[in-house]
């Protein structure tokens, strides 16, 4: 029987969130970074109204430091890792209940681009711990790359899934029949690129989420300035073009720089846990609409909106920093 990916907003048991501790990767502003993860993995546990938190930490000593900023009901685990981010690292379960079973996937380093010790054991060692049986995949995926609403259908870019630093003997056709045996997805709609300076090569979290059934959101560019606007229209022309999936309209940050740097900031990168729904905010004019709007599609939880410009330093935010458990 094949097993499918459940939507975000399914039940879980647990959600894993990596703990930044490599000061390299956050240009000297790691404090920043762990505040930001720390007010995350709280808000997400909510006070034990929402989900086990399982913060996955590198070594005893960042033990030490996660215990002096999370709730002491967040539970620390520790388990070497390279960078924090869990959605494209950590397992990707499918299936509910006691059929559940992680998808350990290959992972290269977003195209050997950043190499880092322990990414490529995480994974699977953090589906053992959760007594999960473990399936090898021999292909690249990265949860980032993909997106469900648990019908079936999938989201995911071209930029992404096609590029040559993957899965460069793999045809559109045959990761469509891979996703389907590994996934359950039946139906794939292709997005061509995502955003600009995104390191990941155009994760699709970052440019469009489902947020129900047949529904999903994408980005609308809210001023003349905004360096991603042709990359929205074509999402949403090509999700038109798909056909049977309601487009959801969400403001952008806009121009987000680090440093006089473009980042790859986007609300899009929200979390959507048991009780709560966590939104990446950078200090915009529009982070207050994008945590109204967000949390109008959500009415049975409560939707909060928490400072991301310490982890974006990094290259991602809340939803690449974590992967949920299924109950």
Known sequence: MTLRMAAEWAPHEAVWIGFPHLDAEWAGRIDAARRDVAAFANAVHDGGRGEEVRLVVNDERQAEVAAALVDPAVRILVQPLGDIWLRDTGPIVAGTGAARRARNFEFNWWGEKFVMPGDQEVGAALARAGGLPVDDQDWVLEGGGIDVDGTGLCVTTEECLLNTNRNPTLTREDIAVRLHQSLGIERLLWLGNGLIGDHTDGHVDNLARFVGEGRLAIPMATDDHDPNASVYADARART???????????????????????????????????????????????????????????????????????????????????????A
């Open 240 to 326: 038109a073009a798909f056909g049977g999936i309601e487009i959801v309209d969400l403001p952008s940050p806009g121009r987000i720089e680090i440093d006089g740097d473009l980042a790859a900031a986007s609300y899009m990168n929200f979390y959507i846990g048991n009780s709560v729904v966590v939104v990446p905010t950078y200090g915009a004019a529009n982070d207050r609409v994008a945590v109204d709007t967000i949390g109008a599609l959500f009415p049975d939880r409560r939707t909060v909106g928490i400072d991301a410009r310490g982890i974006i330093v990094g290259g991602g935010s809340f939803h690449c920093s974590s992967q949920q458990l299924p």
